[in-house]
């Protein structure tokens, strides 16, 4: 079964600062995908950003991008310039036809 | 479009009722997914549907839960009889392909 690893404790991170949160996962699976998800505190899930293993750029959308390392089974988001609606819990998921969601990285952005 | 829709959005009931969760994906959508959310256990995938047909149900817990989707725009999540761990965030999600998830609001359940 493939295995989503999201380690960080809760982050504070300062408003307009960059803030990288990490993903690992486990898997032999030659074609997958990867999902983040954000979930404010209101409780929804949104979409973020995706990235297909067999893309040969890292994602990117506005503020959010990806840092895809296939060799090292990372794909760890990035959100530049911090705002402070950016603080949300966020999960990684791991997408083929096995689903796996990570625990979540907890984020603060503190003016 | 209206984005995946859920019903009830929050249920309170009692130990040993039976809990009927609704929800309506987004039209053209042709995967369905039900998810579970605890603090302790994190997002957990219970089952979920590909063109109304279960494919992975390995994530229900037990024969307690049973979920149906008689059509295109319509599935059921049914807790029969519900215990307090079953208390829960339940989110519906859905899909084009094997794409991005669209996620429904979530049905709040306590059971007391």
């Known amino acids: 079964a493939q295995k989503i690893t999201q380690t960080q404790p809760g982050m504070f991170v300062q408003e307009k600062e960059a803030v990288t949160l990490d993903c690992t996962y486990d898997t032999s699976d030659p074609s997958y995908g990867l999902f983040w998800y954000k979930q404010p505190s209101s409780g929804e899930m949104i979409f973020l950003i995706y990235?297909?293993?067999?893309?040969?750029q890292n994602a990117t959308e506005g503020r959010y991008s990806l840092n895809f390392q296939k060799a090292r089974k990372s794909a760890n988001l990035v959100i530049s310039a911090s705002q402070l609606g950016d603080s949300a819990m966020y999960f990684c998921?791991?997408?083929?036809?096995?689903?796996?969601f990570g625990k979540g990285n907890q984020v603060v952005v503190i003016p | 479009d209206a984005g995946v829709i859920q019903s009830p959005r929050h249920e309170v009931t009692e130990m040993g009722q039976e809990v009927t969760l609704r929800c309506k994906p987004i039209s053209g959508h042709d995967y369905l997914f039900w998810y579970r959310q605890t603090m302790m256990r994190g997002l957990e995938l219970l089952i979920y549907f590909n063109n109304n047909v279960p494919i992975d149900d390995s994530g229900m817990p037990e024969d307690r839960f049973s979920a149906k989707m008689p059509n295109a725009s319509f599935s059921t999540l049914k807790i029969q009889p519900s215990e307090p761990r079953d208390s829960a965030v339940y989110f519906c999600?859905?899909?084009?392909?094997?794409?991005?998830?669209?996620f429904g609001p979530g049905t709040r359940l306590t059971v007391l």
């Open positions: 999600a859905s899909s084009q392909g094997q794409d991005t998830q669209y």
């Open positions: 998921e791991y997408g083929n036809n096995r689903l796996a």
């Open positions: 990235q297909g293993s067999y893309d040969q």
